[in-house]
């Protein structure tokens, strides 16, 4: 029974919208591979004027090393030393984008244990982006002087037994800071920056792609259990004994064909561009989304009665799950409190794997138990719309 259910279901999924999913599947294979060297290889960039002005009122070494380590980072545009008054009316005529005031007595307090006093920053609220990525840059500068600073003292506490004279002592360790911060201006080693967790284009807009068209597959198979109940398929199919999950089941498997037929270019593609991607690894994650996906959309279709909102609720919830799998805005770029949520999504599980795979690495951690509970989960979905389906058809039967 089950085999020629599926050739039942493959006979009622080759319709118009079958092929507009072939269609927009191959649309976006060709997208994808053709916007791929302007991905990997563009030379656009974009450029901020990260102009600021230090405030230094004794024009100390710490003020002279933040202006020439700011001078030489990317981007960056000019560095005024002016007073406070100059600074407050290029702050106000948008000519630059923060102030940096120094305290009084700051290079004395940096050379010795005593607690410094704070640096104050004056921020331009006109220009807020601009503005966060320089706080970025300058963070970044702040936590590498830190740790220049903490390697200062603890050689300054224990070359101080060697030396009897104060002012040799002075002497020596002002040579000394002097060596540290050419060896780090001339370095560039002032400002480092993690790589080894950057995303890469790319790899996130085929990953997001690919979990967006596997769960596009989903919305057939919820138009096709929505006419199965409408049309009393699922009452005959209750009269004949057969078992409950066995059109639901033979559905899933007559999709999974389809899915594989046009997934089949765009996997074979990304072996060509990406040799290290390992297949077993995507595939893992397509099938599973699939499968969770596709089950949780013919529950939707067994329990909706054919209103016109059914397709358009169940396309927010699955981007809902989009945004948070990570698909349509990376990790970091969402709200701290929508984060704890994101593993709730069979989505953020079948972006990291694909994600993965593309790097040639292997399946994320904790990835296949979830997807195994969720499909269990949406399976106990299942069952239940398809009896409360049969009970209602039952009842328009009776009636």
């Not at 331009?124 to 320089?134: G, L, S, V, Y």
């Not at 909102?309 to 709200?335: E, H």
Request: glycine residues 6%; contains cysteine.
């Amino acid at each position: 029974m089950l085999l020629r259910l599926v050739l039942f279901h493959l006979r009622e999924t080759l319709s118009i919208r079958t092929l507009a999913f072939f269609a927009a599947v191959l649309l976006m294979t060709a997208f994808v591979f053709a916007a791929m060297p302007s991905l990997t290889s563009s030379g656009d960039s974009i450029s901020y004027d990260l102009s600021l002005s230090i405030v230094d009122p004794e024009t100390s070494a710490v003020s002279e090393a933040l202006s020439n380590i700011m001078s030489g980072m990317n981007g960056m545009g000019q560095v005024y030393h002016d007073d406070m008054e100059t600074a407050q009316q290029r702050l106000a005529s948008n000519e630059i984008l923060i102030i940096v005031e120094i305290p009084e007595q700051f290079f004395d307090g940096a050379q010795t244990l005593i607690q410094r006093p704070p640096v104050t920053l004056w921020l331009n609220d006109r220009m807020p982006a601009e503005t966060a990525i320089f706080v970025r840059a300058l963070r970044s500068v702040a936590d590498s002087i830190s740790g220049m600073q903490a390697a200062y003292m603890s050689f300054a506490q224990a070359i101080r037994p060697l030396y009897q004279d104060q002012a040799v002592y002075d002497s020596q360790l002002e040579k000394t800071f002097s060596q540290v911060l050419v060896w780090a201006l001339a370095r560039r080693a002032v400002v480092t920056m993690n790589e080894t967790a950057r995303m890469s284009t790319p790899l996130h807009v085929i990953s997001s792609l690919v979990s967006l068209l596997c769960m596009q597959t989903g919305l057939l198979l919820m138009a096709q259990a929505e006419d199965e109940r409408k049309n009393g398929v699922i009452y005959r199919l209750a009269l004949s004994k057969a078992p409950w999950f066995a059109s639901p089941l033979a559905r899933g498997f007559a999709g999974l064909l389809w899915v594989g037929i046009s997934f089949a270019p765009l996997m074979a593609g990304l072996k060509i561009v990406y040799p290290q991607a390992r297949l077993d690894v995507m595939l893992l994650a397509i099938f599973g989304l699939y499968l969770v996906t596709s089950t949780l959309c013919q529950a939707a279709g067994y329990l909706t009665s054919g209103g016109t909102l059914a397709l358009p609720g169940a396309w927010l919830t699955i981007l809902v799950m989009l945004l948070l799998g990570g698909c349509i805005y990376p990790p970091t770029l969402l709200p701290d409190i929508i984060k704890p949520l994101m593993p709730l999504s069979p989505a953020y599980h079948a972006y990291q794997t694909v994600y993965a795979g593309l790097q040639g690495k292997t399946v994320p951690a904790g990835a296949p138990m979830a997807f195994l509970l969720m499909a269990a989960a949406s399976f106990i979905i299942l069952g239940f719309s398809w009896r409360q389906g049969l009970r209602t058809r039952q009842r328009g039967a009776a009636l």
